[in-house]
């Protein structure tokens, strides 16, 4: 399964599931964003999950994000890392 396929999960977050979809993204992102050449799709997986952390309520730790989030730089990758630290942090 590639990455940009499980980014369509907002199918599950329209169905109700966006707690179960946090906590999923929270489990598979630690890896993700600190590869030296993140996969392909991993910016839409981190929007995804500012937008599920940000509706559920619920804070999750995601170890790396923090180290991306404060890469300086427009790179759609650190801004959206930066959204989801935002996310977590309200």
Excluded: F, K, N, Y
Aim: aromatic share 2%; no cysteine.
């Amino acid at each position: 399964m590639t990455l940009t396929r499980v980014a369509r999960a907002r199918d599950a977050i329209a169905a109700g599931a966006r707690l179960s979809t946090w906590r999923l993204l929270a489990a598979v992102l630690p890896p993700l964003p600190t590869a030296p050449t993140p996969p392909r799709g991993t910016p839409d997986l981190l929007t995804l999950a500012a937008d599920t952390a940000g509706a559920t309520g619920v804070r999750i730790d995601v170890p790396g994000l923090a180290d991306v989030a404060a890469r300086g730089g427009g790179s759609r990758l650190a801004t959206e890392a930066r959204r989801l630290t935002t996310a977590l942090a309200t």
